[in-house]
């Protein structure tokens, strides 16, 4: 069979002997939409292009579950880095539509590498691009999206005017097809793909069978449903698309001002066996333009590390980011950090940020109700009074923006991520620093501070979304003072001399012990945020009445990072629109 590989990006620059030979060896065939390829951990028996078609790449997650590395499309090689280095594949590859594939075996492969140079300098070029970050082709993101409605209500075309109009401000080329292209061949709709960056097809629930082709089609799945409805069970077809099967799909709440809840988030995404779940309330701008960003693929992720008072400065740092126009899309912390990460996803504004923070924390400490220590020096009560004067039953997916934190599981030696659930009970898991305060038990799990064993999620961070993450990381230099432990007076001597509202030195000790065990691991983690803030702050953990000093080493921080930053960078953390 002549293929005529010539079209085909990585192999048109190939002489023309180096590709007659590639010719003669590779084999084509189809692969159906939910087959796999292959699996991670299979040895690299071949080198495959993609002919026509499109497929996904996944691996397992910092939190354990399936990750979306990127889709593969037509031009675009596959397992070439593990059939180059003799290892096994890394990530699990699937169909997410019927597929042409052409596979070049190992053994024609390291042949005709040898003899021809040509190939394995593209070979080498596409591998180098690849591992700074690049892909071969513009187009590699999600770029076909199915909005299907569960109910008749909701304006399909409206929401979706809204969501084009959002998304052309952020210079992405968008089409819109409803109904009308149940009837078209599959060439109508490559010639979409081939013309605009972003497709957005329409279907309805009660359309079954354009609905089936709609999610068929799609590289993920948005499912609008009325905030103030219940799902109904089953909600998607028994034999669901790709997309779904793959849980490429998010639940996409309605809401029109004054609903009366019927359904919780989670019972939706439940039903769905979705991978997320926003809101969009009617007339809201910012939420539009954060589904707008997050389809685009820039959306902006904002993780904060825990540190005792000292994540005071995250304060400063967010307020900087919103001096300069820059919005959060995506929310992550560990213990301190979770708080304030939680209280912007929560909507508050800076002011209320800084209200809330210093009425919580620095007008009377949270950690006054000493007791004798059996499991902790302090009963928690007042930590838990806070937390519910502040975030109320408050489940995490009614939060404005998507928001988790982590705790430590000392059952399993587990990093817990909490996506679902109650936010304060979250955060109380979170804030547990191991005899300091109690342990939070979650059945047979004994939970405590995240910072125990991740005290920076940036990797689970980067998971959710595929924008740009910004860090702020408040534990390097001083946070503890060696002078308090030099001859320290007993506790009834340090309660004369300093009262009963701060903490004593041993609560620096076991707040530092809580994060020392991870800061070498910690240090290669934080590479992988895209900016890192730094702030500069010569304080201890538990010094809660300097809240100005950290907030303004927070600000000052930030202020001179993103003065420093590339346009590149500038352009992503603040698109146009």
Same mark, same amino acid.
């Given at each position: 069979?002549?293929?005529?590989?010539?079209?085909?990006?990585?192999?048109?620059?190939?002489?023309?002997?180096?590709?007659?030979?590639?010719?003669?060896?590779?084999?084509?065939?189809?692969?159906?939409?939910?087959?796999?390829?292959?699996?991670?951990?299979?040895?690299?028996?071949?080198?495959?292009?993609?002919?026509?078609?499109?497929?996904?790449?996944?691996?397992?997650?910092?939190?354990?579950?399936?990750?979306?590395?990127?889709?593969?499309?037509?031009?675009?090689?596959?397992? *070439?880095?593990?059939?180059?280095?003799?290892?096994?594949?890394?990530?699990?590859?699937?169909?997410?539509?019927?597929?042409?594939?052409?596979?070049?075996?190992?053994?024609?492969?390291?042949?005709?590498?040898?003899?021809?140079?040509?190939?394995?300098?593209?070979?080498?070029?596409?591998?180098?691009?690849?591992?700074?970050?690049?892909?071969?082709?513009?187009?590699?993101?999600?770029?076909?999206?199915?909005?299907?409605?569960?109910?008749?209500?909701?304006?399909?075309?409206?929401?979706?005017?809204?969501?084009?109009?959002?998304?052309?401000?952020?210079?992405?080329?968008?089409?819109?097809?409803?109904?009308?292209?149940?009837?078209?061949?599959?060439?109508?709709?490559?010639?979409?793909?081939?013309?605009?960056?972003?497709?957005?097809?329409?279907?309805?629930?009660?359309?079954?069978?354009?609905?089936?082709?709609?999610?068929?089609?799609?590289?993920?799945?948005?499912?609008?449903?009325?905030?103030?409805?219940?799902?109904?069970?089953?909600?998607?077809?028994?034999?669901?698309?790709?997309?779904?099967?793959?849980?490429?799909?998010?639940?996409?709440?309605?809401?029109?001002?004054?609903?009366?809840?019927?359904?919780?988030?989670?019972?939706?995404?439940?039903?769905?066996?979705?991978?997320?779940?926003?809101?969009?309330?009617?007339?809201?701008?910012?939420?539009?333009?954060?589904?707008?960003?997050?389809?685009?693929?820039?959306?902006?992720?904002?993780?904060?590390?825990?540190?005792?008072?000292?994540?005071?400065?995250?304060?400063?740092?967010?307020?900087?980011?919103?001096?300069?126009?820059?919005?959060?899309?995506?929310?992550?912390?560990?213990?301190?950090?979770?708080?304030?990460?939680?209280?912007?996803?929560?909507?508050?504004?800076?002011?209320?940020?800084?209200?809330?923070?210093?009425?919580?924390?620095?007008?009377?400490?949270?950690?006054?109700?000493?007791?004798?220590?059996?499991?902790?020096?302090?009963?928690?009560? *007042?930590?838990?009074?806070?937390?519910?004067?502040?975030?109320?039953?408050?489940?995490?997916?009614?939060?404005?923006?998507?928001?988790?934190?982590?705790?430590?599981?000392?059952?399993?030696?587990?990093?817990?991520?909490?996506?679902?659930?109650?936010?304060?009970?979250?955060?109380?898991?979170?804030?547990?620093?191991?005899?300091?305060?109690?342990?939070?038990?979650?059945?047979?799990?004994?939970?405590?501070?995240?910072?125990?064993?991740?005290?920076?999620?940036?990797?689970?961070?980067?998971?959710?979304?595929?924008?740009?993450?910004?860090?702020?990381?408040?534990?390097?230099?001083?946070?503890?003072?060696?002078?308090?432990?030099?001859?320290?007076?007993?506790?009834?001597?340090?309660?004369?001399?300093?009262?009963?509202?701060?903490?004593?030195?041993?609560?620096?000790?076991?707040?530092?012990?809580?994060?020392?065990?991870?800061?070498?691991?910690?240090?290669?983690?934080? *590479?992988?945020?895209?900016?890192?803030?730094?702030?500069?702050?010569?304080?201890?953990?538990?010094?809660?009445?300097?809240?100005?000093?950290?907030?303004?080493?927070?600000?000052?921080?930030?202020?001179?990072?993103?003065?420093?930053?590339?346009?590149?960078?500038?352009?992503?953390?603040?698109?146009?629109?």
């Amino acid at each position: 069979m002549d293929l005529q590989l010539g079209f085909l990006p990585f192999l048109n620059r190939l002489e023309k002997a180096a590709l007659k030979a590639v010719e003669a060896e590779v084999e084509w065939f189809c692969l159906p939409a939910g087959q796999t390829l292959f699996e991670a951990g299979d040895p690299a028996d071949a080198f495959y292009l993609v002919r026509s078609g499109a497929l996904a790449a996944f691996r397992t997650g910092a939190d354990g579950r399936p990750e979306l590395v990127g889709h593969i499309r037509a031009g675009e090689p596959i397992g *070439e880095m593990a059939l180059v280095e003799d290892r096994p594949h890394s990530a699990n590859i699937y169909a997410l539509r019927d597929s042409e594939l052409i596979r070049l075996p190992k053994s024609a492969f390291e042949k005709l590498t040898r003899r021809h140079a040509s190939l394995m300098r593209e070979l080498a070029r596409m591998m180098l691009f690849r591992l700074r970050g690049g892909t071969l082709r513009a187009k590699s993101e999600p770029r076909v999206f199915a909005f299907v409605s569960t109910s008749p209500t909701i304006d399909l075309h409206f929401r979706a005017s809204e969501m084009k109009a959002a998304l052309e401000a952020l210079g992405r080329k968008v089409v819109v097809a409803g109904e009308e292209a149940a009837g078209w061949p599959p060439s109508r709709l490559n010639a979409l793909e081939d013309e605009y960056d972003m497709v957005i097809l329409l279907a309805r629930m009660n359309d079954f069978n354009w609905a089936r082709q709609a999610m068929g089609r799609a590289d993920r799945i948005w499912l609008l449903a009325r905030a103030d409805a219940r799902p109904s069970i089953p909600l998607l077809p028994e034999d669901p698309s790709p997309a779904a099967k793959l849980r490429l799909i998010d639940v996409v709440l309605v809401h029109h001002g004054g609903d009366r809840r019927a359904a919780s988030p989670q019972e939706w995404m439940d039903a769905a066996e979705a991978a997320r779940c926003f809101h969009w309330r009617q007339y809201d701008k910012g939420d539009t333009a954060h589904l707008a960003r997050t389809m685009a693929g820039l959306s902006v992720g904002l993780v904060l590390s825990g540190g005792g008072s000292r994540a005071y400065a995250h304060i400063g740092a967010i307020k900087a980011f919103h001096d300069r126009g820059i919005r959060f899309d995506f929310l992550a912390g560990t213990s301190m950090g979770a708080i304030i990460a939680a209280g912007v996803a929560m909507g508050w504004s800076d002011e209320e940020i800084d209200w809330r923070l210093q009425k919580a924390f620095v007008t009377t400490s949270p950690l006054s109700d000493w007791t004798l220590p059996v499991v902790s020096l302090v009963r928690g009560k *007042e930590v838990e009074k806070r937390l519910l004067e502040h975030f109320g039953d408050v489940d995490i997916a009614d939060l404005r923006r998507p928001f988790f934190c982590v705790s430590s599981n000392l059952t399993d030696g587990a990093v817990r991520i909490h996506r679902t659930g109650r936010l304060r009970d979250a955060l109380r898991a979170s804030l547990a620093i191991p005899g300091l305060l109690p342990p939070v038990i979650d059945g047979e799990n004994v939970l405590v501070d995240g910072a125990v064993f991740n005290n920076f999620p940036i990797k689970e961070l980067k998971a959710s979304h595929r924008g740009v993450n910004v860090g702020v990381d408040v534990t390097r230099n001083r946070a503890i003072n060696p002078k308090d432990f030099i001859n320290p007076p007993g506790f009834f001597g340090w309660a004369m001399r300093h009262g009963l509202s701060d903490p004593p030195p041993i609560a620096s000790l076991l707040m530092r012990a809580a994060t020392a065990a991870t800061l070498d691991e910690h240090e290669e983690t934080r *590479e992988a945020a895209d900016m890192l803030v730094l702030p500069d702050i010569d304080m201890d953990l538990r010094e809660w009445r300097r809240y100005d000093d950290a907030v303004e080493a927070g600000y000052h921080a930030a202020t001179s990072l993103l003065s420093e930053a590339s346009d590149r960078l500038m352009a992503k953390l603040k698109p146009v629109g």
